[in-house]
């Protein structure tokens, strides 16, 4: 059975309106697609099927927005095999159908687990766990499985939690917990840390402790593939891919001028910010330099992208927007370095001077022990015994000068 992870149909958020397309960039295995004329989101998978997702909700407990679905044809769509819908992601939402009120955990491959009552579902995930609920449509309640009711103290597999220093971790099938930061795109990490559970707070109310396991990049290779593949929307195996072709993606053209000025107007607002921050940094007396030169060439690139838009070029003015709010966080950044190199410069300075001090601190010890040598001849070793004994206390003074962190929303049907 492939391993099926997601799928949604998002009605709402297409305009009944026929709009000039034009093309762009090609899909292909891995993109999430749509057709122009339809509000269904499919998985395009390695095994050359299209999985769509059968509500918004499900779509967003594997994807932060929708800016990634691709566009193409009617014609290219219909070309693609239909395959069976997307589940919920592991670990993201508790679900229900409506006429029943027993509430599941999901699993890995759509594995439904019941929490047997309300002090279960309090002890797993808080006192606000029916803020977690979604109702599901009994149509396709059946691309479920239910399987065995949850034990006592067990945490359902696929559960994230996370720990005090923010590093989020997947619960095994044993009980234990894995790391995944090392796997997870950006927009993976945030999707999931919405969902994600305190470690301290789930061992604190089951009074169990977790046996977690770190991965990073660079080793335990075979653990880390092993995530990937279940962190996958569509999991297919070795002997059912094939060779995806690519589709031609098409986009609305209203899209791509709404995009163009979502761009400039988040280089707007990042450009006066840019301007406040380094204004404050020159009246501190800072040097901004930098960051003036960097603002300089944000201005050049808004201005070429409001013009760019006004001549009914939204790619390219797009693209400008993106590279003015781009300088304009340099230049903010350059400053803030410009601050921090003072500061480390005066943090030298600081130390040199107690270095100095440290200095003419011993040559007065010598000075002084000398003395007592000369004047007091059968004393001798006793001074030079004193004379080391200041030493070591200089040495430790020198030391110590140079020390300077529920409920769930309405579905819609598959289109």
């Known amino acids: 059975m492939k391993k099926i992870f997601s799928v949604l149909s998002l009605a709402a958020l297409v305009v009944g309106v026929s709009l000039p397309v034009n093309s762009v960039h090609a899909a292909s295995a891995g993109d999430l697609v749509k057709c122009e004329d339809y509000s269904a989101v499919y998985y395009l998978a390695e095994d050359g099927e ?19 679905v691709k566009t193409i044809s ?21 679900v229900k159908i409506p006429s029943d009120p027993s509430v599941f955990a999901v699993e890995d491959d759509g594995v439904l687990r019941e929490i047997p009552d309300e002090t279960t579902a309090i002890a797993l995930f808080g006192e606000d766990w029916s803020m977690r609920v979604d109702d599901v449509s009994e149509a396709f309640w059946s691309s479920f499985t239910v399987g065995e009711p949850l034990a006592e103290d067990e945490i359902p597999e696929g559960t994230i939690v996370e720990d005090e220093d923010g590093d989020l971790f997947r619960v095994e099938d044993d009980g234990t917990a894995t790391e995944i930061d090392a796997v997870l795109t950006t927009d993976q990490e945030t999707v999931l840390e919405e969902h994600a559970l305190s470690i301290d707070d789930i061992e604190e109310r089951l009074g169990v402790t977790l046996a977690l396991t770190r991965v990073d990049a660079t080793a335990a290779i075979a653990v880390l593939e092993d995530l990937i593949a279940r962190l996958r929307t569509v999991g297919i195996k070795d002997d059912e891919a094939v060779d995806v072709g690519d589709f031609d993606e098409v986009e609305d053209e209203d899209d791509t001028v709404e995009d163009a000025q979502d761009a400039i107007d988040d280089a707007i607002e990042e450009i006066a910010e840019a301007e406040s921050d380094i204004a404050e940094d020159a009246n501190d007396g800072k040097d901004v330099t930098a960051s003036e030169a960097l603002l ?5 690139h808004l201005a070429l992208a409001q013009s760019a838009l006004t001549a009914g070029d939204p790619a390219s003015a797009e693209e400008h927007g993106d590279e003015a709010r781009h300088d304009a966080m340099w230049a903010r950044g350059k400053a803030v370095d410009s601050i921090d190199d003072e500061d480390d410069s005066e943090d030298a300075e600081e130390e040199d001077e107690v270095d100095d001090e440290t200095d003419v601190e011993e040559d007065d010890v010598e000075s002084d022990n000398t003395g007592d040598v000369e004047g007091n001849g059968d004393d001798t070793d006793d001074q030079n015994n004193d004379s080391s004994d200041d030493s070591d206390d200089s040495d430790n003074s020198e030391s110590s000068g140079n020390d300077s962190s529920g409920s769930g929303s309405d579905d819609s049907d598959e289109s």
């Open 50 to 68: 299209r999985y769509v997702f059968p509500n918004e909700q499900i779509y967003l407990s594997w994807y932060l927005d929708f800016h990634d």
């Open 296 to 300: 300089v060439s944000a201005r050049e």
């Open 74 to 94: 009617y014609a290219d769509l219909a070309t693609i095999p239909l395959g069976d819908r997307i589940v919920y992601q592991a670990g993201t939402r508790l």
